[in-house]
C-alpha cells in the first residue's frame, strides 16, 4: 500500500516533468525561428530562396490593400479607448530608388485609405473617414521582407458626445496616422504586413475644449499588387 502511494507524486512529477519540458523545447524553437528570420527583415537577400522562387526587386505599379488594427487609448485620453480600425487602401509608387545601394535603397508611395472604426471603449461609438499620406518601402537585393514607414493626414466624422465629459466636440475631424512595420512577399502579387500604427483625433481647435484622442496599437495587413 505505501508503494502504491509514494508512486503516486513520482509520476505526477515525471507527467509534470515532460510537459514542461516540451513547453520549453517549443518556446525555444520560436525563439529560434524569430532570430534567424530577423537578419532577413533588416538585412541582405533571402538566401534561402532559389531562383525559380526569388521575387522580382521591379517594384508593383500599384497596391489594394486591406488592413486592421486593434488601437488603444495612449497620452491624454479622459476616458479609456479601445478602437477596432479597418481601413481600404490603395498606393500608387511614386519614385524609383532602386540604383541606390545602402539602408535607403526602395521606393516611395502614395496612398490613399477609407477608415472604419468601432469604438469598442470609449464615450462615442464610431468613426468614419478617409487618409492621404506617403509610404517608403526598403527593398534588399531579392529578400521577401521589406520594411517600410507611412505617415498622412485626413479627415471624418465622428458620433461626437458634446454633453458627456470628455467626450468629442463636434462630429468633423481631422486625423493623423503614422505606421511602421515589415511586409512578407509570398510572391510578385501577393503580401502581408505586420506593423504598430498611431492615430490621432482632433478638430483642430473649433470646439473648447477640444478633447483630442492619441491611439497606439498592433496592426495587420494583406495586400494584392498589379
Known amino acids: 500500500m505505501n ?16 510537459v514542461t519540458s516540451s513547453m520549453k523545447s517549443r ?4 525563439i529560434v525561428l524569430a532570430f534567424t528570420s530577423a537578419p532577413f527583415a ?12 526569388a521575387i522580382s526587386d521591379e517594384p508593383p505599379r500599384f497596391d489594394f490593400a486591406i488592413e486592421s488594427a486593434y ?10 479607448y479601445e478602437i477596432s480600425a479597418d481601413f481600404l487602401t490603395a498606393r500608387m509608387r511614386w519614385g524609383n530608388y532602386l540604383d541606390r545601394e545602402g ?9 490613399f485609405s477609407f477608415l472604419a472604426e468601432p469604438i469598442i471603449r470609449g464615450i462615442e461609438n464610431h468613426y468614419f473617414g478617409m487618409n492621404l499620406g506617403l509610404r517608403y518601402n526598403f527593398v534588399r537585393h531579392g529578400s521577401r521582407f521589406v520594411p517600410y514607414f507611412s505617415g498622412g ?4 466624422a465622428i458620433d461626437s458626445q458634446p454633453e458627456q465629459f470628455g467626450g468629442q466636440g463636434q462630429d468633423f475631424t481631422f486625423n493623423i496616422l503614422s ?13 502581408g504586413q505586420v506593423g504598430v500604427l498611431y492615430q490621432h483625433f482632433s478638430n483642430a481647435g473649433q ?15 494583406f495586400t494584392f499588387s498589379f
Open 42 to 53: 533588416f538585412g541582405g537577400a533571402d538566401r534561402g530562396a532559389s531562383p525559380s522562387t
Open 207 to 221: 470646439t473648447d475644449p477640444n478633447p483630442s484622442l492619441n491611439l497606439f496599437g498592433p496592426q495587420v495587413g
Open 103 to 111: 539602408f535607403f535603397r526602395g521606393y516611395n508611395q502614395i496612398y
Open 3 to 18: 508503494c502504491r502511494g509514494d508512486s503516486a507524486p513520482i509520476a505526477n512529477h515525471t507527467v509534470l516533468f515532460i
Open 27 to 30: 518556446a525555444a524553437t520560436i
Open 153 to 156: 493626414v485626413g479627415l471624418g
Open 179 to 191: 505606421a511602421a512595420g515589415v511586409s512578407y512577399h509570398f510572391s510578385d502579387r501577393f503580401s
Open 71 to 80: 488601437l488603444f487609448g495612449a497620452f491624454n485620453p479622459p476616458r479609456n
